[in-house]
């Protein structure tokens, strides 16, 4: 695999949050040539990452590059930092910016690694950056794209895509963070980047869901199809680009995220199909699941906009306990008299748009592709 450009002396960023994908991605970044230092807020998982190179709660088994430093205080993992990347439970994301917004550097830009809407607002992860920091939007980036965290710490490559308003912010920030194993691509639709990965966590506990009950790959399979017309539906009606959801934000982590048993949505999915209760489930997870908690928040907003979601309705109607998983069926919800089969690119004959859509997905994970439009290299 041809290696990355040589970058001049590393760049300082830092990482808030030492789960599984905030550790990952510090590590990724630290292949990359970065100086990254790691906030963890239990002082003893910071010692154990500081002094051990290990996370053994959350990447057990996985060697941590030596240039990785570790600290449980926040002053320290910011100082100096040029750009944070931030990977916290997206419930808790304002509280740990209003934390941390004392220590960051005046000119720091702020790159969003989650994957959830903030329930008591329904606002995406950078929205509520922009709110709490008194930064430009200019200054914010967000991350995503198919990654499984324990696949990309055991060095499997995988691509993603780097997504800011300002093209130049998206670009410095793929600079830093890609390496041999990780390909990052930029693009300016932050919105459809953003609500990708939110949105795709929802199909993938629908999918969870029936592989739980016993359902086969027919099933799972007409989910995937129909689940990702849903999420384009839903972020075109807040402004993304068709294209984003046929990319590595959308399709891309669909597919990762649908079929692996790596998926934390996946299996909390899987736990409902099989009969545990949500609060069960809940307690089984030993990391936030953001998938669950995202079903409300974007369901109200898909009332807003008038789009018809059956998929994530019957989610809600399974984790509220009034649909039996063996019922849920979302790809047959249709009207009585037969309907043509809509995609995310309209009314396409013989399924030439869903086939455009994976050649799309597929050519970005190609090292030599050039990606779908607004996905550049």
């Known amino acids: ?90 419930q808790s994301l304002r509280e740990n910016l209003i934390a941390a917004e004392p220590h960051l550097h ?25 709110e709490v920091l008194p930064i430009s939007e200019f200054k914010i980036a967000v991350i995503s794209g198919p990654n499984l965290a324990l696949e990309i710490a055991k060095e499997q490559p995988t691509a993603a895509v780097v997504s800011s308003t300002s093209l130049e912010t998206a670009q410095a920030v793929a600079s830093i963070a890609r390496n041999r194993y990780f390909r990052t691509f930029v693009n300016t639709d932050v ?17 969870g869901i029936v592989d739980g009950v016993g359902y086969g790959e027919n099933t799972k399979a007409s989910i995937i199809t129909r689940g990702l017309v849903e999420m ?53 997870m030993q990391q936030t699941t953001e998938g669950l908690a995202s079903v409300g928040p974007i369901l109200e907003l898909a009332r807003a906009k008038g789009v018809a979601m059956p998929i994530v309705e019957q989610v809600r109607q399974v984790l509220a306990g009034t649909l039996d998983p063996k019922d849920i069926a979302p790809h047959l919800t249709t009207d009585d008299e037969p309907q043509g089969e ?32 607004g996905d550049r290299s």
């Open 191 to 207: 919105i459809g980047t953003e609500f990708g990965g939110v949105l795709k966590n929802l199909i993938a506990v629908a999918i």
């Open 1 to 90: 695999m041809a290696r990355p450009p040589r970058r001049g002396p590393g760049k300082r960023v830092a990482v808030l949050g030492a789960g599984s994908w905030g550790t990952t991605f510090a590590k990724i970044l630290a292949d990359g040539g970065a100086d990254v230092m790691i906030w963890a807020r239990r002082p003893e998982l910071a010692r154990e990452i500081q002094e051990a190179k290990r996370n053994s709660d959350y990447l057990p088994g996985v060697n941590l590059p030596i240039n990785l430093r570790a600290t449980a205080r926040l002053d320290l993992a910011l100082a100096g930092a040029e750009q944070v990347y931030v990977s916290v439970p997206s």
């Open 342 to 373: 809509r995609t995310m690119d309209g009314q396409a004959e013989g399924g030439t748009a869903l086939r455009r859509a994976v050649k799309r997905a597929l050519d970005q994970l190609r090292h030599s592709g050039r990606g779908a439009p």
């Open 232 to 284: 384009t539906d839903f972020a075109v009606a807040f402004g993304a680009h068709p294209e984003t959801l046929s990319g590595l934000a959308g399709l891309g982590d669909l597919i990762a995220t649908s079929q692996s048993p790596l998926s934390r949505n996946n299996t909390a999915g899987r736990l409902l199909g099989q009969g545990y209760h949500l609060a069960d489930v809940v307690n089984q």
């Open 106 to 130: 005046a000119e720091a830009t702020i790159v969003s690694l989650m994957k959830g809407v903030e329930k008591a607002t329904g606002h995406r992860m950078s929205e509520v950056i922009a």
